[in-house]
Protein backbone atom coordinates (compact mmCIF):
# COMPACT_ATOMS: atom_id res chain seq x y z
CA UNK A 1 0.00 0.00 0.00
CA UNK A 2 1.09 3.22 -0.69
CA UNK A 3 1.90 6.15 2.09
CA UNK A 4 -1.71 8.06 1.53
CA UNK A 5 -3.07 4.75 1.11
CA UNK A 6 -2.23 3.78 4.20
CA UNK A 7 -2.56 7.11 5.81
CA UNK A 8 -6.11 7.59 4.45
CA UNK A 9 -6.75 4.28 5.87
CA UNK A 10 -5.40 5.11 9.21
CA UNK A 11 -7.38 7.67 9.49
CA UNK A 12 -10.85 6.73 8.00
CA UNK A 13 -10.10 3.60 10.87
CA UNK A 14 -9.81 6.31 13.72
CA UNK A 15 -12.18 9.34 12.47
CA UNK A 16 -14.21 8.76 15.47
CA UNK A 17 -12.04 7.62 18.21
CA UNK A 18 -12.06 9.67 20.95
CA UNK A 19 -8.98 11.04 22.70
CA UNK A 20 -7.80 9.10 25.62
CA UNK A 21 -4.59 9.96 27.69
CA UNK A 22 -1.95 7.46 26.57
CA UNK A 23 -3.95 5.08 24.56
CA UNK A 24 -5.27 7.39 21.79
CA UNK A 25 -3.00 10.99 22.36
CA UNK A 26 -1.47 13.22 19.72
CA UNK A 27 1.75 11.21 20.62
CA UNK A 28 -0.03 8.06 20.07
CA UNK A 29 -2.15 9.10 17.28
CA UNK A 30 0.82 10.44 14.91
CA UNK A 31 3.25 7.69 15.68
CA UNK A 32 0.60 5.50 14.80
CA UNK A 33 0.17 7.31 11.66
CA UNK A 34 3.74 6.68 10.76
CA UNK A 35 3.69 3.40 11.42
CA UNK A 36 1.09 2.96 9.12
CA UNK A 37 2.75 5.03 6.36
CA UNK A 38 6.37 4.02 7.36
CA UNK A 39 6.33 0.74 8.87
CA UNK A 40 7.68 1.84 11.99
CA UNK A 41 6.55 5.00 14.16
CA UNK A 42 8.56 8.33 14.45
CA UNK A 43 8.92 8.25 18.42
CA UNK A 44 8.29 4.80 19.44
CA UNK A 45 10.33 4.87 22.56
CA UNK A 46 8.76 7.46 23.81
CA UNK A 47 5.10 5.55 24.25
CA UNK A 48 4.54 5.39 27.74
CA UNK A 49 6.95 7.79 29.01
CA UNK A 50 5.02 10.66 29.31
CA UNK A 51 2.49 9.23 31.18
CA UNK A 52 2.27 7.77 34.87
CA UNK A 53 -1.42 5.56 34.72
CA UNK A 54 -3.60 7.86 34.10
CA UNK A 55 -1.93 11.18 35.29
CA UNK A 56 0.46 13.07 32.56
CA UNK A 57 3.28 14.05 33.81
CA UNK A 58 4.18 17.61 34.91
CA UNK A 59 6.54 19.95 32.45
CA UNK A 60 9.58 19.10 34.57
CA UNK A 61 8.71 15.56 34.38
CA UNK A 62 8.92 14.99 31.12
CA UNK A 63 12.13 17.31 31.19
CA UNK A 64 13.70 14.89 33.26
CA UNK A 65 12.69 11.54 31.46
CA UNK A 66 13.26 12.97 27.75
CA UNK A 67 16.63 14.84 28.43
CA UNK A 68 14.93 18.00 26.56
CA UNK A 69 14.25 21.37 27.62
CA UNK A 70 11.43 21.39 24.46
CA UNK A 71 9.47 19.54 23.09
CA UNK A 72 10.53 21.13 19.67
CA UNK A 73 14.33 20.54 20.35
CA UNK A 74 13.56 16.71 21.33
CA UNK A 75 11.87 16.46 17.91
CA UNK A 76 14.77 17.95 15.59
CA UNK A 77 16.80 15.44 16.88
CA UNK A 78 14.58 12.79 14.84
CA UNK A 79 13.11 14.35 12.55
CA UNK A 80 13.89 17.71 9.53
CA UNK A 81 12.07 20.15 10.26
CA UNK A 82 10.70 21.73 7.05
CA UNK A 83 10.70 25.33 6.59
CA UNK A 84 8.34 25.38 3.68
CA UNK A 85 4.94 24.07 3.32
CA UNK A 86 4.91 20.17 4.37
CA UNK A 87 4.21 17.44 2.29
CA UNK A 88 1.64 14.67 3.04
CA UNK A 89 2.97 12.61 5.71
CA UNK A 90 5.25 15.52 7.61
CA UNK A 91 4.82 15.50 11.68
CA UNK A 92 3.05 18.91 12.60
CA UNK A 93 2.09 21.29 15.37
CA UNK A 94 -0.37 23.85 15.91
CA UNK A 95 -1.96 26.10 18.99
CA UNK A 96 -5.10 26.04 16.68
CA UNK A 97 -6.22 22.54 18.38
CA UNK A 98 -6.69 21.39 22.25
CA UNK A 99 -2.46 21.98 23.58
CA UNK A 100 -1.34 20.35 26.11
CA UNK A 101 2.16 20.08 28.00
CA UNK A 102 4.64 20.78 25.03
CA UNK A 103 2.43 23.84 24.25
CA UNK A 104 1.07 22.91 21.17
CA UNK A 105 -1.13 20.03 19.66
CA UNK A 106 0.57 17.59 17.14
CA UNK A 107 -0.92 15.76 13.80
CA UNK A 108 -0.01 14.83 10.51
CA UNK A 109 -0.65 16.41 6.69
CA UNK A 110 -2.75 15.25 4.66
CA UNK A 111 -2.45 17.67 1.79
CA UNK A 112 -4.21 20.85 2.22
CA UNK A 113 -5.04 20.39 5.74
CA UNK A 114 -2.90 18.91 8.96
CA UNK A 115 -5.26 16.14 10.83
CA UNK A 116 -5.66 16.39 14.88
CA UNK A 117 -7.28 15.08 17.33
CA UNK A 118 -10.20 16.34 19.79
CA UNK A 119 -12.35 15.00 22.15
CA UNK A 120 -14.44 12.91 19.45
CA UNK A 121 -12.06 12.38 16.73
CA UNK A 122 -10.28 13.24 14.12
CA UNK A 123 -9.91 17.36 13.74
CA UNK A 124 -8.83 18.88 9.83
CA UNK A 125 -7.11 22.44 10.05
CA UNK A 126 -5.91 24.12 7.18
CA UNK A 127 -1.99 24.43 7.01
CA UNK A 128 -2.03 28.74 7.96
CA UNK A 129 -2.43 26.82 11.15
CA UNK A 130 0.66 25.09 11.35
CA UNK A 131 3.58 26.21 13.52
CA UNK A 132 5.94 23.51 12.60
CA UNK A 133 6.33 20.46 10.84
CA UNK A 134 8.76 17.88 10.09
CA UNK A 135 9.23 15.04 8.01
CA UNK A 136 11.66 11.55 8.34
CA UNK A 137 15.39 11.69 7.94
Known amino acids: MQIRESLNAY ?9 AWGN ?10 YRAMYGEGWADD ?7 GTRLLKVSELQAEFGYT ?9 LQRVKHVPPLGALLTTKKARRWAIGAAMGICVGTKGAF ?7 YLPLDDIDAAWVRV
Open 70 to 78: LFYDAVDDR
Open 24 to 33: HDCLTFTNCA
Open 46 to 52: WLGRYID
Open 117 to 123: LNKSGVL
Open 11 to 19: LKANKAKPF
